[in-house]
Structures are given as structure tokens and as C-alpha cells.
């Protein structure tokens, strides 16, 4: 294939017998773009469904994206999947990253990296000059994660990009991570997965280039357009670093490739360590601190920088700290009886002694290791029930509310982690609605705009009323199936879709970018409505993978029994609880529930939508041969449940 937007070689790579091959890129671009796309497939093609995500036989698959290296755009990202440790029971899962490791390994001459197997003792990968070789890390083993990725930049030069994990990776921690040089990639314990391989790290050496475009003047103007008509994010000031408060040492941290619009900041700490909040990171165990400490950022430094030396997901650690204060409130927990100071939360000494204990599986610290969820069933139904309404489902946390937003019902209820990109989609825009509606200078995104936006992105003006129903299973399926499309593209989730705009006269954005700069880059042609269908073949693929290891389909396809019973009290960014409704209508949410019957039509809608089977919720057949996946169908038959038709 032509090298335009891809590096042209997939690299595979078998721990177990040290065998390293490589496929023709061109054998997956064409139907599954890149990124997300490309990456389940291969997980399709070489990971037996009843692989423990812990056995030798899970894969773990590191994508980039044919965008990566284009400048300014924010998609030089890396898409990360195979079957995790953190769900219960265990499936397929992803997570992404940013960082510049993409665009290195991209410039070392390979799109994907599939790693499979168990090394014979601890290892690292090299992968430099079109080429990879096993090398030995016995002497990293034990090591943090941010000392791993020192020593190996020190060993190896400069231009070297690590994916490293630490004890906590080793130690098979379900909340475990991966670190990249400058990111991070949690939410799925693919440091455990890593770990499990004996596989310490995953370095390439080299120059980062720039992706050669087919057509450089065209994508130089759409990345130039981008720039114009992108408007500062409303998250990226809700939370984070207060740079009054940080210090002028404190700067932006952006990705490579990516003017920085979001929560990631460099900080240094007052004894002049250097280290970023990234994302969610950027709120990590600051509130617990600032309650001991008053408003700093040394304690959540700290707390961050020794989640990243553990190699430890802030978002997993945050649902058991959450999980175990709770249980302290009503005595179910105690100091005494976990060995973790739980009463003095906030404190150096309380996340020192957790995160040590999760990493290094010490005492309570190996229960919690095992899952928060298996740790409460192991305590008892009190600490079961108070963990209950903190999660979306098994095992994951809810940073997004059912109760308030209908549009987000079957996008919660469908995925395999939560999909904080999709759900993006509605909050962003709810977040701008808000500051329109307060008066703010810069605020624009009226009831009028989001309708527009409806009739353009989401299928039908109806879906502009955000309190109703009407028109949000069609919704779903488009914000899925444009989701799915720009996780190939693997571009960044804070910055995409453009939907809106504060700087053009109707404040539309343009959903058609991504089309367009992918065609720019690659020469092929490729129109919206065409993207759109490639998200749509591999949203179908990954529901093909959940079937075959053991999702139920329409049985699985539900939301947690508390949305549908406790009413909606409280919503950290959105405090009023109001959406916008019919003309220019505020609706209050307060109260609501998700109403059975109305989640089960909107399903049964969903489904005939997807032309998947009404009663099971699997993809038919004919609806797979007409996606290019003639060959899922037929694996898909040989489950032991009746098949699509
Ligand atoms: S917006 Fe932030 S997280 Fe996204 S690519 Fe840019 S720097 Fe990275």
C-alpha cells in the first residue's frame, strides 16, 4: 500500500517463542481505517474467545491512527484493547492514550503492535528501524513505572518513547495501568495484562516525523480550518490545575501533535520534581486534600505521582477510596480492620498506605487488588450495598448520570467500559448551554443551537429536547456509530466531533472534518456518510466480540437496577440538574428515574434501527455480509445460543 497516512506493517509479536512477524497494513486499512478499528479486528483474528485475560493466549493491541503525526489536530493518540482483568466477568475492553508513543512508533515504521504469549522471564521490547527485538529486564522488574521509563530513556538516548507498568502491573492489580512517557492509559487493568506477559515495557526509539500527506496543501487548510472554528472546552476549565495556585512553573502539557485544550498540565512541585496531571488525574484526590491541607497541589501531586510510580489508574483508585470512605461512615470498615488509615483521608499518610498496599497486594490491599467489587463481596452486603450506586456497571465507576441525561441510556447500557468519549458528545454541549444560559460573554450554544446541532448530528430535530425521549435511540446509534469512526482515526475525544462553534454565524460546527482530513491524508476518498459506516462495521465487530465471549445480548443490554429506583438528587457539573427542553424551555431533572418501559422501547427502537435481532440484540446476518463481515457471521453461528438469522 501507498505510505500516505499509514506506516504500511503491523508488527505481532509472540513472547512465548520470541517470534516476531509482521502483516501488510493494506490487508485491514480498507474496511477497519485504523486505531480502534484495526485493533479489533485483530483481536478477532487471533485471541480465542475463553482466553483468561491473564493467560498467555489475550493479546494486547496498541493502534495508532492513519492522523497520527498530523499536526495541530489532537489525533496522534494511541487506541489500546484486549480482554481485561478489571471486568467482571472478564471481555474484551479498551482505553487510549495520548502522549507522543503513536507517532513514534508510526515513524519506527508499524501502525499496530499485537503482543501475545508469555515471555520466559522479564522483558522489555525494542522497537526501532523498522525492526523489534526482546531484551531483558530483570533488573527493572520492581521497579516504578516513572523509573523504568528514566532508566530506559537514559540506557536508550533521547528519542526513545516508553509504555512501561509497575509493581501493581506486575503484581496482576486490576486497577493496574499503563504509563506512557507523557500519559497514561487506565480504566480496563491493561498493566495486569502486560504484566502478565512479563513484559515490563514496550519502548521505541527513533525521530518522530510528521505524517506525509497525500494531498499536503489540502490537509494543511483543513488543519488550519480546524483551528479557526474550534472553541475552547468547557471541561477544560471545570476541573483541574488553577495556574494562580500552581505557579508560574506550571505550564500546558499538550500531546503531541495537539495544541493542548484540556486539563493537562505540567506542574512543578516545591522541591522541583517535574510531573503532569492528565485528565482525570487532574481532579485526583484533590478535594480529599484540600480538606487537610487547604487548596494545593502538592498532596495531589504526590498522590499522582505515586499512582504513576505503582503504574495505578487514578480512576479506579478514586471508586475504592470513595467506596472505602463510605464503608468507614457506617462502620463497616475501620482503620483497624484494613490496616489503611481510611479516617484520615486526605491525608500523605492515608494514599501512600493505599495505593502501596493495592500495588504491592498487601493485606487488604490484595482483596482490593482483586476488584473493588470482589472486595466487597468478600466484606459482606452492607459494603456491597454501599458500593452499589457508584457503579455504571460491573466493576466501573459512574462519572456520568442515566437520571439526567436519556440521551446517554443505551450508550451506557451498550458498551463494555464506560464511554466517556460518546457521552462527551452531550455533555460538552449541555456544559455550553449552561454558561448561555447564566449570561457568560462567551456563551452561545442556545436551546436553538442544540437543535440545530440535533437535526445535523444526532438524526432529528426532536433529539434537541435533551429532558425527552423522542429521537434519542436514533441519536444513540449515530453518536455510536461517529464514535466508533473517530477511535480508528483515534482522535482525541476532548476535541471531537466539532459539533459547535462559537466563531461561525450559526455556531454549527462541521462533523464532516474528519472525513475530509482523513481523504486529504490518504488520497482515498472518503465522504461522511462513509466514515459513519466504517464507525458502524466495527461498532458491529466489537459487539461480535462481546457476543462471542459470552455477552447475552439483550439481556445484558441494561442499566443498573438504582437508576431505575433512586431519584436523581445531585450532579457534580451540572448542580441544577437542568436540560434543555422544547423551544426555550429549561427542564429540571431533579427526582427522575430511568422509567423502565421507556428504556425498554427506546431499546426495542434501537435494535430495528441496528437491524439486530428484536429479541436477542444480535447483529443478523444479512446485516453483517452487507458490513464486509461475512466471516463474523459465521463465527457467530457457531455459539451454542440460537444465531442471528
Ligand atoms: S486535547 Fe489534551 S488530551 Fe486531547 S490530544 Fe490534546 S493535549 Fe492530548
Request: hydrophobic letters at 40%; aromatic letters at 6%; one cysteine or more.
Amino acid at each position: 500500500m501507498d505510505a500516505f497516512g499509514y506506516a504500511g506493517r503491523i508488527l505481532l509479536v509472540d513472547l512465548s517463542s520470541r517470534r516476531i512477524e509482521t502483516l501488510p497494513t493494506s490487508d485491514y486499512a480498507d474496511r477497519f481505517v485504523g486505531g480502534r478499528g484495526m485493533a479489533t479486528r485483530l483481536y478477532w483474528d487471533h485471541v480465542p474467545p475463553r482466553a483468561g485475560a491473564l493467560d498467555p493466549e489475550n493479546a494486547l493491541v496498541l493502534a495508532t491512527g492513519p492522523l497520527a503525526g498530523v499536526p495541530v489536530i489532537g489525533g496522534s493518540r494511541l487506541f489500546v484493547c484486549g480482554k481485561s482483568p478489571a471486568t467482571s466477568p472478564e471481555h474484551f475492553t479498551y482505553c487510549n492514550m495520548g502522549g507522543d508513543w503513536a507517532v513514534r512508533l508510526k515513524s519506527a515504521g508499524f501502525d499496530v503492535v499485537l503482543l501475545q504469549g508469555r515471555a520466559e522471564r522479564p522483558s522489555f521490547l525494542l522497537i526501532r528501524d523498522g525492526g523489534a527485538q526482546l531484551a531483558d529486564a530483570s533488573d527493572l522488574w520492581g521497579q516504578g513505572a516513572i523509573q523504568v521509563r528514566e532508566a530506559l530513556a537514559a540506557r536508550l538516548g533521547i528519542e526513545t518513547s516508553v509504555v512501561a507498568i509497575g509493581p501493581a502491573g506486575e503484581n496482576r492489580a486490576t486497577q493496574s495501568c499503563l504509563i506512557a512517557s507523557s500519559d497514561a492509559a487506565g480504566g480496563a487493568g491493561m498493566g495486569a495484562v502486560l504484566g502478565s506477559k512479563n513484559l515490563k515495557a514496550v519502548v521505541v526509539q527513533g525521530p518522530r516525523r510528521r505524517t506525509r500527506a497525500a494531498r499536503p496543501e489540502e490537509m494543511q487548510e483543513l488543519s488550519g480550518y480546524f483551528r479557526r472554528i474550534i472553541t475552547p472546552s468547557p471541561m477544560a476549565t471545570a476541573g483541574g490545575v488553577d495556574l494562580r495556585i500552581a505557579g508560574p512553573q506550571s505550564r500546558k502539557a499538550p500531546c503531541f501533535g495537539c495544541l493542548g485544550d484540556c486539563l493537562r498540565w505540567d506542574y512543578q512541585s516545591k522541591d522541583g520534581r517535574r510531573g503532569k496531571f492528565m485528565c482525570q488525574s487532574a481532579t485526583f484526590y484533590q478535594p480529599m486534600a484540600e480538606m487537610v491541607y487547604g487548596r494545593d497541589y502538592e498532596v495531589p501531586f504526590r498522590a499522582n505521582k505515586l499512582c504513576d510510580e505503582y503504574g495505578l489508574d487514578t480512576m479506579a483508585v478514586t471508586l475504592v477510596l470513595v467506596w472505602m470512605i463510605r464503608c468507614l461512615r457506617d462502620g463497616i470498615l475501620t482503620d483497624e480492620s484494613t490496616g489503611i488509615p481510611i479516617s484520615r483521608v486526605g491525608s500523605v499518610e492515608f494514599i501512600e498506605t493505599l495505593v502501596r498496599k493495592i500495588a504491592l497486594r498487601e493485606g487488604f490491599g490484595d482483596l482490593l487488588a482483586r476488584g473493588v467489587e470482589a472486595a466487597a463481596g468478600s466484606v459482606g452486603p452492607a459494603a456491597v450495598q454501599k458500593l452499589t450506586p457508584l457503579l455504571a456497571r460491573a466493576g466501573l465507576p459512574t462519572a456520568i448520570d442515566a437520571r439526567l441525561y436519556p440521551m446517554v441510556w443505551l450508550l451506557l447500557a451498550m458498551e463494555p467500559k464506560l464511554p466517556l468519549g460518546h457521552t462527551h458528545e452531550i455533555t460538552r454541549l449541555v456544559l455550553r448551554w449552561i454558561q448561555w444560559r447564566r449570561g457568560d460573554k462567551d456563551g452561545y450554544v442556545s436551546n436553538d443551537v442544540i437543535r440545530r446541532i440535533a437535526r445535523r448530528c444526532w438524526g432529528s430535530e426532536a433529539a434537541g429536547d435533551l429532558s425527552g425521549t423522542e429521537g434519542m435511540a436514533l441519536a444513540a446509534r449515530m453518536v455510536q456509530d461517529r464514535e466508533y469512526a473517530e477511535d480508528c482515526l483515534v482522535l482525541c475525544g476532548f476535541l471531537w466531533p466539532v459539533m459547535d462553534s462559537q466563531f461561525t454565524e450559526d455556531h454549527l460546527g462541521d462533523p464532516s472534518l474528519e472525513s475530509r482530513l482523513l481523504s486529504a491524508v490518504t488520497g482515498r476518498h472518503l465522504d461522511e456518510a462513509g466514515l459513519a459506516r466504517a464507525g458502524e462495521r466495527v461498532f458491529n465487530l466489537n459487539r461480535a466480540v462481546l457476543l462471542r465471549e459470552g455477552h447475552r445480548g439483550a439481556e445484558d443490554d441494561r442499566l443498573p437496577d438504582h437508576w431505575h429506583t433512586a431519584p436523581l438528587k445531585f450532579d457534580l457539573t451540572n448542580p441544577d440538574l437542568l436540560l434543555p427542553g422544547k423551544g426555550d424551555e429549561a427542564v429540571s431533572m431533579k427526582g427522575k428515574v430511568v422509567d423502565r418501559s421507556e428504556f425498554e422501547a427506546m431499546k426495542r427502537e434501537y435494535y430495528a434501527l441496528r437491524r439486530w435481532e428484536p429479541a436477542t440484540g444480535r447483529p443478523t446476518a444479512s446485516l453483517l455480509r452487507d458490513l464486509g463481515l461475512a466471516d463474523v457471521a459465521a463465527g457467530l453461528r457457531t455459539l451454542s445460543s440460537p444465531g442471528p438469522s
